[in-house]
Antibody, heavy 121, light 108 residues
Framework: EVQLVQSGAEVKKPGESLRISCKGS????????INWVRQMPGKGLEWMGRIDPSDSYTNYSPSIQGHVTISADKSFSTAYLQWSSLKASDTAMYYC??????????????WGQGTMVTVSS | QSVLTQPPSASGTPGQRVTISCSGS????????VNWYQQLPGTAPKLLIYSNNQRPSVVPDRFSGSKSGTSASLAISGLQSEDEADYYCAAWDDSLWVFGGGTKLTVL
C-alpha cells in the first residue's frame, strides 16, 4: 500500500525548535516530490514548499521561506519539516503530500494523516 | 486572502446537483491545470479531480470538473449525505502551488 505516515502531535513553547517527519512506503520514495501543506485552525490549505528526495532540491512559498526548513533522508524514505524558533502563529495541522505527475503540473495524490503542532507558553 | 477564489459555502438536498466555482488569473488557472480536493471533517484532504476533469479510479463519477479560461468548477450530481465536506481547488502559479479558500458543502 502506498502511504505517507507522519510523526505524532507536538506541544511546544515559543522559541523552541521542532522537526516533524513524513515517511513514505509502498513506492519509490526518490521518484516523487514531497510537499508540505499547512492548515491553521479553522482555516484553509496553504502550500509551504516541496522537496525532491532524489537530490534534496527544495522550493518554498515566499510567505514561508526563511522560517522553516524542508529536508529529506532518502535512506530512510523520510521527509522533514523543521523550525529553529517556533511562534504561536505556527500552531496548525501540517500535512505532507506526494506530487504525482498526471500531467506537466501533477497533483497531490497521497496525503499523510497530518501532524498537529501546538505552540503555547 | 487566497489566490484562488471560492464561495465560502454551498448547500443542496440529497439527489440534487451542486456546483462550486474557483476563480483565478492568467498566472495560475489560465496557464495550468486545476485539481480539486475533498476534506471530510477531521481527516486529511483527498484528491478528487486532477488535470481539470480527470477522476482517480476510486472517485465516483458523480464528481466532475471543468475549466474555462481563468475559472474552474466542480460539479457533484446525485448529492449524498457523505459528500458533506470542505472542497478546495488548487493550481500551480509559476513557482508555487496555490489553493482556493475552500467551500464548505452542507447537505440539507
Amino acid at each position: 500500500e502506498v502511504q505517507l505516515v507522519q510523526s505524532g502531535a507536538e506541544v511546544k513553547k515559543p522559541g523552541e525548535s521542532l522537526r516533524i517527519s513524513c515517511k513514505g512506503s509502498g513506492y519509490s520514495f526518490t521518484s516523487y516530490w514531497i510537499n508540505w501543506v499547512r492548515q491553521m485552525p479553522g482555516k484553509g490549505l496553504e502550500w509551504m514548499g516541496r522537496i525532491d528526495p532524489s537530490d534534496s532540491y527544495t522550493n518554498y512559498s515566499p510567505s514561508i521561506q526563511g522560517h522553516v526548513t524542508i529536508s529529506a533522508d532518502k535512506s530512510f524514505s523520510t521527509a522533514y519539516l523543521q523550525w529553529s524558533s517556533l511562534k504561536a502563529s505556527d500552531t496548525a495541522m501540517y500535512y505532507c503530500a506526494r506530487l504525482y505527475y498526471y500531467d506537466s503540473q501533477g497533483a497531490f495524490d497521497i496525503w499523510g494523516q497530518g501532524t498537529m503542532v501546538t505552540v503555547s507558553s | 486572502q487566497s489566490v484562488l477564489t471560492q464561495p465560502p459555502s454551498a448547500s443542496g438536498t440529497p439527489g440534487q446537483r451542486v456546483t462550486i466555482s474557483c476563480s483565478g488569473s492568467s498566472s495560475n488557472i489560465g496557464s495550468y491545470t486545476v485539481n480539486w480536493y475533498q476534506q471530510l471533517p477531521g481527516t486529511a484532504p483527498k484528491l478528487l479531480i486532477y488535470s481539470n476533469n480527470q477522476r482517480p479510479s476510486v472517485v465516483p463519477d458523480r464528481f466532475s470538473g471543468s475549466k474555462s479560461g481563468t475559472s474552474a468548477s466542480l460539479a457533484i450530481s446525485g448529492l449524498q449525505s457523505e459528500d458533506e465536506a470542505d472542497y478546495y481547488c488548487a493550481a500551480w502559479d509559476d513557482s508555487l502551488w496555490v489553493f482556493g479558500g475552500g467551500t464548505k458543502l452542507t447537505v440539507l
